[in-house]
């Protein structure tokens, strides 16, 4: 089956640097990646959808510039927190969508726990 | 816009004992449905979806979930559960022919014990 790997699974950081996730289709190419945050015992949250080659588009309330999303190729999207604060922290998970997908599934990565301290 | 309501946050459960987990959602135009499980500091994994036809649908471990239009709900049900069925269960909803947004309710918590 379709598999999304996610890393790094957990990261503590400083506060003030930036930290990149990445999050990539093994056996697929996913044309689609989404992005979603969770916070603990809650739901997850979608925070932007990227196309390959294309800008990511944000879920309002997003910041475009502190989480920077970049989705290069069919295999690999990444997520960039950019001068992380301890209110960043939270689970992040990516999910793609094969571009022949016309059963609406998404494959979700296993998620990246990210601290800042 | 959609959304989704679980109104359990929390189900315990005796091992061999049937379980539902409740789901309703709320939109205006047709909806593909999904449950999702995640288990501690992992992502989702896929249970079920109803996209169209049977309104029964069967999943992966046991479960199976009924889509009711009139009652605006799709709940998870599962006859026997076990141990391992200890989870977060997440109801989701799309818009058909949205991109695959999906939007989630905010979770059961279910916990089998012995």
């Known amino acids: 089956g379709a598999v999304v790997s996610q890393h790094p699974s957990r990261v503590i950081c400083k506060s003030g640097t930036s930290v990149k996730i990445e999050c990539r289709s093994l056996d697929f190419q996913a044309t689609t990646m989404f992005w979603y945050r969770q916070f603990p015992k809650q739901s997850l949250m979608l925070m932007a959808t990227s196309n390959e080659g294309s800008k990511a588009t944000y879920e309002q309330g997003v910041e475009k510039d502190k989480f920077l999303i970049n989705h290069a190729s069919l295999t690999l999207s990444t997520l960039t927190v950019t001068s992380a604060h301890p209110e960043d922290s939270s689970f992040y998970i990516c999910s793609g969508r094969r571009g022949d997908s016309g059963a609406n599934v998404l494959t979700f990565g296993a998620g990246s726990r990210l601290t800042v301290l | ?114």
């Open chain 2, 1 to 114: 816009a959609q959304s989704v309501t679980q109104l359990d946050s929390q189900v315990p459960v005796f091992e061999e004992a049937p379980v539902e987990l409740r789901c309703n959602y709320s939109s205006s135009v047709s909806v593909y449905l999904f449950w999702y499980v995640q288990y501690p500091n992992q992502g989702l994994q896929l249970l079920l979806k109803y996209l169209s036809g049977s309104t029964l649908v069967k999943g992966i471990n046991g479960f199976e979930a009924e889509f009711n239009k009139s009652q605006t709900s799709f709940h998870l049900r599962k006859p026997s559960v076990h141990i391992s069925d200890t989870a977060e269960y997440f109801c989701a909803v799309s818009v058909a022919g949205g991109g695959n947004k999906l939007t989630f309710g905010t979770g059961t918590q279910l916990k089998v014990e012995l």
